[in-house]
T-cell receptor
Framework: DVKVTQSSRYLVKRTGEKVFLECVQD?????MFWYRQDPGLGLRLIYF???????EKGDIPEGYSVSREKKERFSLILESASTNQTSMYLC????????????FGEGSRLTVL | AQSVTQLDSHVSVSEGTPVLLRCNYS??????LFWYVQHPNKGLQLLLK??????LVKGINGFEAEFKKSETSFHLTKPSAHMSDAAEYFC????????????FGKGTMLLVSP
């Protein structure tokens, strides 16, 4: 069965802390994505990667960075967390090309105090 | 540019009655369209997709959607709601032009009462 695993389901951090959200997929997918989900706003794309060590900005990259050192792993980094980054973060992967099905992890709910 | 509008933030139905979730899209090129479902505390799962083949698309769990180019719509329907259909549903568009990612609608919460 296909699987996208997000290492932390719930995190609580303080303002100014550095936060790492990890995502691993076992499907050998080329593309990986980080989305942010907020009530009434749907999903907004933060960053995506179509190959190892490649990254592209999405719609809301400010305050975030990413790392993809291995094909199966895509990390989202908040260099200095702020309260407006309190949100649900969803990782997804897909095969090569951008019209295919996205497979999602179960999400990481981050609260920044 | 592409965009998608889900016309209802919440839809309430009784079990056994039809479901209609409305979605309109905008795209400069021929689009691919998707519906995803998210159950509480879960990630999103693909229900169905339209990619320029048949305009009536059948998905999982008895859902279907019809692509209507003249109306720029892709509404999701199901003849008879089940309690397990209660979830949030997202309409998604992608322009079939080069390096285009997906644009998600803001979601419609489907409530099913006994």
């Amino acid at each position: 069965d296909v699987k996208v695993t997000q290492s932390s389901r719930y995190l609580v951090k303080r303002t100014g802390e550095k936060v790492f959200l990890e995502c691993v997929q076992d499907m050998d997918h080329e593309n990986m994505f980080w989305y942010r989900q907020d009530p009434g706003l749907g999903l907004r794309l933060i960053y995506f990667s179509y190959d190892v060590k490649m990254k592209e900005k999405g719609d809301i990259p400010e305050g975030y960075s990413v790392s993809r050192e291995k094909k199966e792993r895509f990390s989202l980094i908040l260099e200095s967390a702020s309260t407006n980054q309190t949100s649900m973060y969803l990782c997804a992967s897909s095969l090569q090309g951008f019209g295919g099905e996205l497979f999602f992890g179960e999400g990481s709910r981050l609260t920044v105090l | 540019a592409q965009s998608v509008t889900q016309l209802d933030s919440h839809v309430s139905v009784s079990e056994g009655t039809p479901v209609l979730l409305r979605c309109n899209y905008s795209s400069s090129y021929s689009p691919s369209l998707f519906w995803y479902v998210q159950h509480p505390n879960k990630g999103l799962q693909l229900l169905l997709k339209y990619t320029s083949a048949a305009t009536l698309v059948k998905g999982i769990n008895g859902f279907e959607a019809e692509f209507k180019k003249s109306e720029t719509s892709f509404h999701l329907t199901k003849p008879s709601a089940h309690m397990s259909d209660a979830a949030e549903y997202f309409c998604v568009v992608r322009e079939n032009s080069g390096y285009s990612t997906l644009t998600f609608g803001k979601g419609t919460m489907l409530l099913v009462s006994p």
